[in-house]
């Protein structure tokens, strides 16, 4: 088994859409990034990427190629998934703490958990989900940035 730790930061603007665990959330900011800044699934693909020492989501993706530019991050999530594949590992489990100040995201966390699993072809119950705020201290209080951290388990098929 290998186990990776992720984590993934991007400011908070106001007028764009908020996208987190691969869907979009009703909020009046969103992340701001060179793909749709999915925070979550950012931290899960470098969680993914550390536990075999592939690098990171920005050498996978580097901002610096267009080709990227607005890319939904579930493409970038399947992509790293085919990579872990091909290493000859499956997902065992996850546990994601997504840090914001708004909005409420729990009654997400079951359709984020859904998409998660259908990209890693997993049961639901390997994707953990938790939400907390900064307790309005810092980028995260003061409602500039939003970030995640995850740690993934992977198992050798």
Known sequence: MRIG????????????????GGINIPH???????????VML?????AMLGALALGDIGKHFPDT????????????????????QQKGYKLGNMDIALVLEAPKI???????????ARILECAIDQV???????EKMGYVGRKEGICCYAVVLLLAQ
Request: charged share 20%; with cysteine.
């Open 28 to 38: 009046d900011q969103g992340a701001k990034g060179h793909s749709d800044a999915d």
């Open 5 to 20: 730790f992720g984590f993934d930061v991007h400011p908070l603007v106001d007028g764009i859409p908020l996208w987190l």
């Open 128 to 134: 953990s989900i938790k939400a907390t705020t900064n």
């Open 42 to 46: 950012h931290a899960v693909c470098d």
């Open 65 to 84: 190629d267009e080709k990227y530019k607005s890319i939904d991050s579930k493409i970038l999530l399947s992509h790293v998934y085919q990579l872990i």
């Open 106 to 116: 729990m009654h997400h966390v079951p359709q984020m958990q859904a998409c998660i």
